[in-house]
């Protein structure tokens, strides 16, 4: 399961580059160029984790930190040309995880991205409980009434991408921005028969769920239980 990286700068010519330097190892990306696109597309990202300039167009990063840290508690990492002490010692004093000086090279924003995600989510398991069904997310299957259940790639993304923003509403946009790529215009009907089968894999009454929720003419919800 790849990581999500969330990219805050506000030089697209930078924000290519590490997009690009991500993608070829593997993460999936998301990208803002200011606080306020950052606080719209953050929620429905659910990035992992999320790299962050300290001087954007609008706010700084400093501010846009604690923000962001309400909406969803993932590591952090200042990207910014600042290199005072001060500076690097006031995004590590609010809890950022790393803080890195551009200029950098790609192999150094890999290995303290890499050090980052393993020290935050290492104890994270594979497995995950919803209800009585368990996901394998290693194995792209489901487990209920003690059979296993194979999703299909489209079945396995838009359960990742309800998952890692459980309790939250995920738009219909958002949802089908996820399974597929260009122009999203026409696809709504597609992503509620996938909505559909899903709901027969993982509901035990798929015709009255109880944890994929529609909420009407927004998107769906993927409910939280206590403890998860």
Not at 88 to 95: F, K, P, V
Not at 150 to 176: P, Q, Y
Request: glycine share 8%.
């Amino acid at each position: 399961m790849a990581y999500r990286i969330f990219i805050v700068d506000d030089e697209p010519a930078l924000q290519k580059m590490v997009k690009d330097i991500l993608t070829q190892e593997g993460y999936e990306t998301d990208a803002a160029l200011s606080c306020a696109q950052a606080l719209e597309r953050f929620r429905c990202a659910a990035p992992d984790a999320v790299l962050l300039d300290v001087m954007l167009p609008d706010g700084d990063g400093f501010s846009l930190f604690g923000k962001l840290r309400d909406i969803r508690d993932v590591p952090v990492l200042f990207l910014s040309a600042r290199d005072e002490d001060e500076a690097r010692l006031q995004g590590l004093g609010l809890g950022a995880d790393d803080y890195i000086t551009k200029p950098f090279l790609p192999q150094e924003l890999l290995l303290r991205i890499k050090a980052v995600l393993r020290r935050v989510y290492r104890t994270v398991s594979t497995v995950s409980q919803l209800g009585k069904t368990k996901i394998d997310w290693g194995k792209s299957s489901i487990f209920r009434d003690g059979a296993e259940i194979a999703l299909t790639a489209k079945e396995f993304t838009l359960l990742k991408k309800l998952w890692e923003a459980r309790g939250n509403i995920v738009t219909i946009d958002a949802l089908c921005a996820a399974l597929w790529d260009g122009p999203l215009v026409g696809y709504e009907n597609t992503l509620m028969v996938h909505i559909r089968r899903l709901r027969e894999k993982i509901e035990a009454d798929p015709s009255h769920p109880r944890f994929l929720l529609t909420v009407r003419g927004l998107g769906y919800r993927l409910k939280r239980e206590e403890g998860q």
